[in-house]
């Protein structure tokens, strides 16, 4: 069953073209949903700025 195990955490963002856009850091040190939504913002929302 490690095929599925849920470690380590990780984010994706996969495009509409079906390739990764990002790849997150493994958790849990290195898992930030911040950057997530960051990149989502940025990317979707013209007047956006990242969060500090």
């Known amino acids: ?6 470690w380590p955490e990780r984010l994706f963002i996969i495009d509409d073209d079906g390739t990764i856009a ?11 949903p911040d950057e997530v939504e960051d990149w989502l913002r940025l990317r979707y929302d013209r007047d956006a700025k990242p969060t500090e």
Do not use: I, L, R, V
């Not at 069953?1 to 849920?6: T, V």
């Not at 990002?22 to 930030?32: N, T």
């Open 22 to 32: 990002y790849e997150g850091g493994q958790g849990p040190m290195d898992f930030d």
């Open 1 to 6: 069953m490690d095929h599925y195990a849920g």
